[in-house]
Nanobody
């Protein structure tokens, strides 16, 4: 059984930092692209940052580029999302998800992923 578990969310003030972790079991992250998505109340899920396990290629949404950093430890089957300079508009439930192979990262979308984990809530206060 494949499981993805996101953790590390919480309440943070604007300008602060959080680090999210996505731990996987039942799959090898080296064979997948892992994506971080977020969903704010009343909105559709949006892609935040993704990483390909095979070559380490990364993608960042314009709204987070320069503030968030994605990294992967394939040996631990864990992907991290370091979030700095947090803004209130970063408030959302953050999900990690996996898709097999080496997709073109800018176009992967939440409902198109092979596996999706439960989310972790990030709340940024102003």
């Amino acid at each position: 059984e494949v499981q993805l578990q996101a953790s590390g969310g919480g309440l943070e003030q604007a300008g602060g930092s959080l680090r999210l972790s996505c731990a996987g079991s039942g799959i090898s992250f080296g064979d997948y692209a892992i994506g971080w998505f977020r969903q704010a109340p009343g909105k559709e899920p949006e892609g935040v940052s993704h990483i390909r396990g095979g070559d380490g290629d990364t993608y960042y949404a314009d709204s987070v580029r320069g503030r968030f950093t994605i990294s992967s430890d394939n040996a631990k089957n864990t992907v991290y999302l370091q979030m700095n300079s947090l803004k209130p508009e970063d408030t959302a439930v953050y999900y990690c998800a996996a898709i097999r192979g080496s997709p073109y990262l800018p176009i992967i979308y939440f409902n198109g992923m092979d596996y999706r984990g439960k989310g972790t809530l990030v709340t940024v206060s102003s």
